[in-house]
């Protein structure tokens, strides 16, 4: 018999989650005016809202905790972590940030301009946030494939050449400041990138004179299904892959909350020259210093550790394959989700789950807050509230896939809690005949309304 999988950890400490019932969660939900992002995280039960910083560190990376270097300039813990970043990525420069986010603000400060337009796979909501602050457009060039939930396809992160070359050929190059490559491509469903694409994307820019980056906050997730799915790739190690992914690129941006395996972090790594020095200026007006950029010395040291672990193999497929174990479970049900499953999260597909609420009615919302009702699961809505409305017509925007996203922390639950996830979804879908309304907004922010948007049951 072939043997399963297996966590290449043990459990040394462990924290304990609350059950509540039904009553107490539907007062809970409305004083949160049913937004998930509102309710305490006490009264959660399994909290799969983000695997964005709420992973457990091991028992290395809390050992870095207390040697930190803690020294403004020239701290221990930096070089480490500026050490690591170079073995890793194989990019020249670095400059450490508070989150994801940040190395977002810090890069794009130094590259997007007011009427630029930055092409890419599906573009994760602060990335796009950030680009259209700048009154600048993201424009989306993943392959169809990505917008059908029931496709299997190995590689649903990546980008349609030719869609990218339209965008090439309509602007000017001056214009097109990079391509933002994002792996896995978040906003797709956590979909991979294959070697054989970024190689593409890689030439297409070098054709057209265009730098390529990387929103890489999962890269070793990408890795991950890389070696498990690209022909030549089956016998290559976790590092070998993610070096070679990254040698295709100009530069990088990654939230460390993610593959870097700590609760707060993220960084920017790159190879002109140029570039590193405009940036730099913006990371020390926003972030801090350059030998900190907005983290402690402890977790910058912790984060060198997590990258490392991240990048083993025995850690990713008990990471990937405890998302694949939720995933057939629900397929096993019945219950709709996007194939092949995500790196890091399930994916709900509440246009096939809940087709009677309309769209208008924000379907995948409330789909993610009966969830919360039944079983004290705490997931998030990746569809119309998370599209926001369109910049200039401030109209609602209208994606072609309404879900509702299961994202799962790195090394924090068990099977266990998976099979009681998967469990109250079954119930949900046993009696989703009833659910035929939804919800309204009574309150919401210009900008990224989903964290804070207030909604009245309908
Ligand atoms: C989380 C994430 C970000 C933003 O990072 P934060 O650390 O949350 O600021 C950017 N891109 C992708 C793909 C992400 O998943």
Redesign the pocket.
């Known amino acids: 018999m072939e043997l399963p999988y297996s966590e290449p950890y043990k459990i040394k400490m462990v924290e304990s989650i609350k059950r509540s019932t039904k009553e107490q969660r539907l007062k809970w939900i409305k004083k949160a005016n049913y937004n998930l992002f509102n309710l305490s995280s006490e009264n959660v039960f399994v909290d799969l809202l983000t695997d964005?910083g709420t992973g457990a560190m091991s028992d290395k990376q809390w050992a870095e905790m207390m040697i930190g270097d803690e020294s403004y300039a020239g701290s221990s813990s930096f070089l480490k972590l500026k050490k690591t970043v170079k073995k890793i990525t194989g990019f020249k420069y670095f400059l450490p940030t508070h989150?994801?986010?940040?190395a977002?603000n810090v890069l794009f400060s130094a590259l997007v301009k007011e009427g630029d337009f930055v092409p890419g796979n599906s573009h994760?909501d602060?990335?796009k946030g950030h680009i259209e602050f700048r009154k600048a457009t993201a424009v989306d060039c993943t392959i169809d494939e990505a917008f059908d939930t029931s496709i299997i396809h190995p590689f649903k992160g990546n980008v349609d050449l030719s869609k990218l070359e339209d965008v090439f050929k309509s602007h000017p190059k001056e214009k097109i400041p990079f391509v933002i490559l994002?792996i896995t491509c978040?906003s797709a469903g956590g979909q991979p990138v294959s070697v054989k694409n970024t190689r593409e994307v890689s030439e297409l820019c070098k054709q057209y004179g265009i730098p390529l980056y990387f929103?890489a906050?999962?890269y070793a997730e990408n890795a991950y299904f890389i070696k498990k799915r690209e022909a030549g790739y089956e016998n290559k190690t976790i590092k070998e892959i993610v070096k070679e992914v990254f040698s295709y690129g100009d530069g990088m941006t990654i939230?460390a909350?993610?593959d870097g395996l700590v609760n707060m972090g993220?960084f920017i790594a790159l190879n002109n020259k140029a570039v590193f020095k405009q940036a730099t200026v913006f990371n020390i007006m926003y972030e801090g210093f350059i030998t900190y950029g907005g983290m402690n010395g402890r977790d910058m040291g912790a984060l060198a550790v997590g990258l490392d672990e991240a990048t083993e193999f025995n850690y990713l497929e008990s990471r990937v394959e405890q998302i694949a174990h939720l995933g057939k479970k629900l397929v096993e049900y019945g219950v709709p989700v996007l194939q092949p499953f995500g790196g890091h999260a399930i994916f709900l597909d509440a246009n096939k789950f809940v087709p009677k609420i309309p769209r208008e009615e924000y379907r995948a919302q409330a789909l993610a807050i009966e969830l919360y009702i039944v079983g004290g699961i705490r997931g998030v809505e990746i569809g119309t509230v998370l599209a926001d409305r369109d910049p200039f017509t401030r109209k609602n925007r209208f994606p072609d896939l309404e879900m509702v996203r299961l994202a799962v922390p790195r090394r924090t639950y068990t099977n266990n809690h998976m099979d009681y996830v998967a469990a109250c979804l079954k119930n949900i879908f046993d009696t989703r005949e009833e659910a035929k309304s939804g919800y309204e907004i009574t309150d919401e922010a210009p900008i990224m309304r989903h964290f804070t948007v207030k909604f009245k049951k309908i």
Do not use: V, Y
């Open positions: 964005s989150q994801g986010r940040a977002e994760f602060t990335t994002t978040n929103d906050a999962r939230s909350k993610k993220g």
